[in-house]
């Protein structure tokens, strides 16, 4: 069964810096991309950025771009999302998500941005 | 960047009554990268269809997904109490991947 794990999710000041793991098992990490995606309170899912199965090409939404950076380490099945400049609209539940013709996602870590 | 436009914004229906989601994509998206989500308060996504019309492991056959090119639907047949939720689609066909606003059910 594939599962996800998210975490690193805690409280951070404006202009300040995080680090997201995600966790990944049941099957083989290596093969897929991956992505983020995020949801603010009450609104809707906004994909953030992907990862492709090598690391070599990675992708970004206009709005992260510059100050967030996507990786993976595949010898740990672990996927990772370096947040940096935090603005108050990056406030969101993030979600990890397996690439595949149907995609399998985590449960989620809160980050929350407040002075 | 593909935009999704799912409509209604809300649909208030009755138990057994059906339920029509409309997504409409600006540009036209591969029904392999077409998928529907299904998402309650607290809760992370819940695929229920992908590659625009197939159903997710353990998704009931009340639940269908149809369309191609720019224009699909979701319907729920019989509606049950729990299906009260808010549905999204996805399309996965770029590297900018994009959702609807969603549709909430109620």
């Known amino acids: 069964e594939v599962q996800l794990v998210e975490s690193g999710g805690v409280v951070v000041k404006p202009g300040g810096s995080l680090r997201l793991s995600c966790a990944a098992s049941?099957?083989?990490?290596?093969?897929?991309?991956m992505h983020w995606v995020r949801q603010a309170p009450g609104k809707g899912l906004e994909w953030v950025s992907s990862i492709t199965w090598d690391g070599i090409n990675t992708h970004y939404i206009d709005s992260v771009r510059g100050r967030f950076s996507i990786s993976r380490d595949n010898s740990k099945a672990s996927l990772y999302l370096q947040m940096d400049s935090l603005k108050t609209e990056d406030t969101a539940f993030y979600y990890c998500?397996?690439?595949?013709?149907?995609?399998?996602w985590g449960q989620g870590t809160l980050v929350t941005i407040s002075s | 960047e593909t935009e999704l436009t799912q409509s209604p914004g809300t649909l208030s229906l009755s138990p057994g009554e059906r339920a029509t989601l409309s997504c409409r994509a600006s540009?036209?998206?591969?029904?392999?990268?077409l998928a529907w989500y299904q998402q309650k308060p607290g809760q992370a996504p819940r695929l229920l269809i992908y590659?625009?019309?197939s159903r997710a492991t353990g998704i009931p056959d009340r639940f269908s997904g149809s369309g191609s090119g720019t224009d699909f639907t979701l319907t729920i047949s019989r509606l049950e109490p729990e299906d009260s939720a808010v549905y999204y689609c996805?399309?996965?066909?770029?590297?900018?991947?994009?959702f609807g606003q969603g549709t909430r059910l109620e």
């Open positions: 049941g099957f083989t990490f290596g093969d897929y991309t």
């Open positions: 540009q036209s998206v591969s029904n392999t990268y």
């Open positions: 590659a625009a019309s």
């Open positions: 998500a397996k690439d595949g013709l149907w995609w399998a």
């Open positions: 996805q399309q996965s066909g770029t590297s900018l991947i994009t």
